[in-house]
């Protein structure tokens, strides 16, 4: 089942944004949660170029989407060019109550895969790593891809234009902090010099 695509009004330079869906429940959840009917984010892989499609589609179902970019330079012969590039290549957060009826929405949408799931449950992606990801986004600090982080000390930064900025400091990279996504397992490494950090 697919729907014309439409221009998100969120759309920028580093996110994607899409309108609020009202809360729907369901008898069986994607995964396990307190209360059945809350709106949860979840991980959705697509296939390999078609997460702007895909969130753009999310969008036009309703559903509130987040597909954070990046801008990349890319050259050619005659040229370069400044690209707007998905940060995390081949996926997609959707933000939906764990419903069955949420579920087939998102899965029938042409481009998409399946959620990201663990021990056939679909993975709830925590509300704070979407914070701190859009956050960060907003504002021009340098960050970079690096390769999944899971331990270390757990810190956040107070003050500044990262303010409540959660994420590990490692012993390996010294004046950074990690901001790990478990779900598709990927983490930023964001800079953080002159900023004052608090262990959590």
């Not at 990349?72 to 005659?78: G, I, L, M, N, P």
């Not at 399946?114 to 709830?124: P, Y």
Request: glycine share 10%.
């Amino acid at each position: 089942m697919q729907k014309p695509a439409r221009t998100d009004p969120g759309l920028t330079e580093r996110s994607y944004g899409a309108t609020r869906l009202g809360t729907l429940s369901g008898a069986r959840g994607l995964a396990t949660q307190p209360q059945s009917g809350a709106e949860v984010w979840f991980a959705v892989q697509t296939r390999y170029r078609f997460e702007k499609k895909a969130a753009a589609q999310f969008a036009g179902k309703g559903l509130e989407v987040f597909l954070p970019l990046r801008k990349e330079s890319r050259a050619w012969s005659d040229r370069r060019k400044m690209l707007t590039v998905p940060l995390f290549p081949g996926y997609a957060f959707v933000r939906s109550a764990k419903s069955v009826t949420m579920r087939l929405m998102v899965l029938q949408t042409a481009g998409v895969i399946g959620f990201v799931s663990f021990a056939g449950a679909a993975a709830v992606v925590p509300e704070k790593q979407i914070e701190d990801l859009r956050l960060l986004l907003a504002q021009d600090v340098p960050f970079s891809l690096y390769p999944f982080v899971r331990t270390g000390q757990r810190v956040r930064i107070r003050g500044g234009c990262l303010n409540g900025l959660e994420g590990l400091l490692t012993r390996r990279e010294k004046g950074k902090i990690m901001i790990s996504i478990e779900s598709i397992q990927r983490s930023l490494a964001v800079e953080i010099q002159g900023y004052e950090v608090e262990i959590i």
